[in-house]
């Protein structure tokens, strides 16, 4: 489904993703980890079109979107959220959700169709009983759902998570675990970048490593918590309490 090759970035002199290969197939839930600054959040802006890689390739489907604009690449199928959620405030829970459709995926300007667009997005997080309340209103967790419903609507085939967990309650943790469970068992793949090693660990099929730009380790998540290297590189320090 998604073909990564040899992907890199860079700013200046700093090499922020460095030759990075990935592949995905159809209905995995790949995970991504590694420290702050490992490239992790560059990866997927890569990815989704929001950079342009100094080298390498993206396939997705079997063809390349490198240099496509991210609407067009949303249009093909990839969604993603972003690591810091900037609901419309003001607006309500639905008209946020429906922002995705009109904006990206369903590629439409009709409001009936994009209101529809937004009735499964909202039952997969759970925020149908919220749909009139103002998004400003939520709690970080409930706007990370949000993020998730809007990302939803754009009816993604692939969907890449930046940090879904970050700064979420213990127990919006849980829930938020339960709503990727939901939307992967619906049949969506989903890379997800995430600093909280045991959500990675329970969700994911498969975890890739990143360290400062580059592919640390690829395996499953027993493999990668016991492969020496990742644990001193990453998991045998203190983890960050919140990723920037
Ligand atoms: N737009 C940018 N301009 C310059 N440097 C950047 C930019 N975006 C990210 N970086 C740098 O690239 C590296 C990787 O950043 P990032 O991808 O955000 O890491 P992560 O998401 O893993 O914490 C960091 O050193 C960061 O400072
Ligand atoms: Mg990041």
């Given amino acids: 489904m998604l073909e990564v090759r040899d992907l890199s970035k860079s700013f200046g002199g700093l090499k922020a993703v460095s030759e990075v290969s990935l592949t995905v197939g159809q209905g995995e839930f790949v995970g991504v980890i590694g420290p702050n600054g490992a490239g992790k959040t560059t990866l997927m802006n890569l990815i989704t079109g929001y950079m342009r890689p100094t080298s390498g390739d993206v396939l997705f489907e079997g063809r390349s979107i490198v240099g496509l604009p991210p609407y067009r690449i949303s249009h093909r199928g990839v969604g993603r959220t972003f690591q810091v959620v900037r609901p419309f405030a003001e607006m309500s829970v639905e008209d946020n959700v429906m922002t995705g459709a009109l904006f990206s995926g369903a590629r439409t300007n009709s409001l009936k169709v994009a209101r529809k667009a937004a009735e499964?997005?909202?039952?997969?997080?759970?925020?149908?009983?919220?749909?009139?309340?103002?998004?400003?209103?939520?709690?970080?967790?409930?706007?990370?759902?949000?993020?998730?419903?809007?990302?939803?609507?754009?009816?993604?085939?692939?969907?890449?998570?930046?940090?879904?967990?970050?700064?979420?309650?213990?127990?919006?943790?849980?829930?938020?675990?339960?709503?990727?469970?939901?939307?992967?068992?619906?049949?969506?793949?989903?890379?997800?970048?995430?600093?909280?090693?045991?959500?990675?660990?329970?969700?994911?099929?498969?975890?890739?490593?990143?360290?400062?730009?580059?592919?640390?380790?690829?395996?499953?998540?027993?493999?990668?918590?016991?492969?020496?290297?990742?644990?001193?590189?990453?998991?045998?320090?203190?983890?960050?309490?919140?990723?920037?």
Avoid at 137 to 162: C, F, I, M, Q, S
Wanted: no cysteine; proline share 4%.
């Fill in 120 to 244: 499964l997005p909202m039952e997969l997080t759970g925020l149908t009983a919220k749909r009139h309340v103002a998004a400003g209103a939520l709690t970080l967790g409930e706007k990370k759902k949000l993020e998730l419903a809007r990302a939803l609507a754009t009816n993604p085939r692939l969907l890449l998570l930046d940090e879904v967990m970050g700064g979420v309650t213990r127990g919006e943790v849980g829930e938020l675990m339960e709503v990727l469970r939901r939307i992967h068992s619906a049949g969506v793949t989903i890379i997800m970048i995430e600093h909280l090693v045991e959500v990675i660990m329970e969700l994911s099929q498969r975890v890739m490593v990143l360290n400062f730009g580059q592919k640390l380790f690829e395996g499953t998540p027993d493999a990668v918590v016991e492969h020496p290297a990742v644990i001193e590189s990453y998991l045998g320090k203190p983890l960050e309490a919140d990723a920037a």
